[in-house]
């Protein structure tokens, strides 16, 4: 325990002198039924006993005024939930009825996660951040509602939505030690994490804050652009970052073959299964919100939001102890020792 104000203790000084003088017999003091002379018994104790009672809650209180606090101690505010990136896929096909479709079902999902932080993602011909994770239930909304098909791109860039994804969960944390150009290239090749994604993924888990991390992509087409989505899927499961996607059915020519196309979907079941996500695969829009809601009872865990290290207060309890003497003061002095 520390005392913010201990020069408040300076004025127990002169009632400790006062405690002197009292013994030595030199002052009359405040009048009592105390320096009534008898017996000296258990009640002559009693009758003195107030005075005692009188200089230890002054005692109490000139410790409460100098404000005691205890050590610095961490305090980690915890909620139930995740933290959650929604990537849209808002290539042509994603026109009308659909993209309306797709934002109510994700604003619903949204207002179920009270508790998480949700940010959102889009992606096309290429890709990009609309909002940063966040708790700002509006915002995500707002968000939504500007989200327009084809504004990025007639395509879609399945990796490049993915890979901006990541990029969302790490920004707060890494966003001053990393190249996203560099990055980039280190985790397109054919094999495995290049060394600049591999150093990247050991300073996130040095920060220690990669828990809870979950991606949701929903996508109605198969990648035709951009960079396969099993390489930042290789780059997902290195950070321990699960993905879900959602996929529908192309509602229009997607420029890749049948063969091609089963085999693209495979990787790409086989890459998000990897990361200890689903693959849901849906015929219409009602099966979309069925597996909305089948993640929003998959993902239930616990986020640290924040750590505070602070001190903790501590003049309640001086100042109770203080006030407690004092009415066992006047009750023996006005009560106690009226009876015979």
Same mark, same amino acid.
């Given at each position: 325990?520390?005392?913010? @104000? ?97 934002? @109510? ?236």
């Amino acid at each position: 325990m520390k005392l913010e @104000d201990p020069i408040f203790l300076l004025a127990l000084i002169p009632f400790v002198f006062l405690i002197f003088l009292r013994k030595e017999k030199k002052y009359l003091g405040y009048s009592s039924v105390s320096h009534l002379k008898g017996t000296k018994s258990f009640k002559t104790f009693i009758r003195r006993l107030p005075k005692i009672l009188c200089f230890i809650a002054i005692f109490f209180a000139t410790l409460a005024f100098s404000k005691p606090q205890s050590d610095y101690h961490e305090t980690e505010i915890t909620f139930q939930g995740r933290e959650i990136i929604l990537s849209i896929d808002t290539s042509f096909s994603m026109t009308g009825e659909a993209m309306r479709t797709v934002r @109510d079902i994700m604003g619903e999902f949204i207002k179920k996660r009270r508790n998480d932080l949700i940010g959102i993602t889009i992606y096309g011909t290429d890709a990009a951040l609309v909002v940063l994770p966040t708790w700002e239930t509006p915002l995500l909304e707002k968000s939504l509602e500007r989200i327009k098909p084809h504004q990025i791109g007639y395509r879609t860039a399945i990796g490049e939505g993915i890979f901006t994804s990541i990029l969302a969960l790490v920004e707060k944390d890494m966003g001053n030690e990393f190249e996203i150009n560099s990055l980039r290239k280190s985790i397109n090749k054919m094999r495995g994490l290049g060394k600049y994604a591999l150093n990247f993924a050991k300073k996130v888990e040095k920060k220690g804050s990669m828990k809870n991390k979950v991606i949701i992509l929903f996508t109605d087409g198969i990648y035709n652009v951009g960079i396969n989505p099993i390489r930042p899927l290789r780059l997902a499961k290195r950070l321990r970052i699960k993905v879900h996607v959602v996929a529908v059915p192309a509602s229009g020519e997607t420029g890749v073959e049948h063969e091609q196309a089963a085999e693209r979907i495979a990787s790409l079941r086989k890459g998000v299964e990897s990361t200890g996500g689903k693959y849901f695969a849906a015929e219409n829009y009602e099966e979309v919100e069925q597996f909305y809601e089948e993640i929003n009872k998959l993902e239930k865990d616990k986020i640290v939001a924040e750590k505070i290290v602070k001190k903790k207060d501590l003049f309640f309890f001086p100042t109770v102890i203080s006030i407690g003497f004092l009415l066992g003061m006047v009750l023996m002095e006005n009560i106690w020792l009226k009876f015979p």
